[in-house]
């Protein structure tokens, strides 16, 4: 399962904390990348796990200082779609 989590802290954050936070995130089991982004929310993870995304949240949810944890999942139906043009490309150069 590929998708993605946001998350929004509890109260604010000095630049330090956030960068902590950050490579603690990216330790955790399934986390590929994890960006700092402006908006409604902190945080959006890239997560590519063979449990369930929701699996993966619920170890944020645990966490006291997020305020919301939100999964995105990937849609697959386009993976095929995603491939073969790959493929059209690939054929392109020859």
Same mark, same amino acid.
């Given at each position: 399962?590929?998708?993605? @989590?946001?998350l929004?802290?509890?109260?604010? %954050?000095?630049?330090?904390e956030?960068?902590?936070?950050?490579?603690?995130?990216?330790? @955790?089991?399934?986390?590929?990348?994890?960006? %700092?982004?402006?908006?409604?929310?902190?945080?959006?993870?890239?997560?590519?796990? %063979?449990?369930?995304?929701?699996?993966?949240?619920?170890?944020?949810?645990?966490?006291?200082?997020?305020?919301?944890? @939100?999964?995105?999942?990937?849609?697959? @139906?386009?993976?095929? %779609?995603?491939?073969?043009?790959?493929?059209?490309?690939?054929?392109?150069?020859?």
């Open positions: 399962m590929r998708g993605y @989590i946001l929004k802290l509890k109260g604010n %954050h000095t630049q330090d956030i960068w902590d936070l950050i490579q603690s995130i990216e330790e @955790i089991k399934d986390i590929e990348y994890v960006s %700092h982004i402006i908006g409604l929310y902190d945080f959006i993870a890239t997560v590519d796990t %063979h449990s369930t995304l929701d699996a993966v949240a619920e170890s944020f949810r645990k966490q006291s200082i997020f305020d919301q944890v @939100i999964t995105l999942k990937e849609n697959n @139906i386009f993976k095929k %779609h995603r491939e073969l043009k790959g493929l059209t490309l690939l054929e392109k150069l020859r």
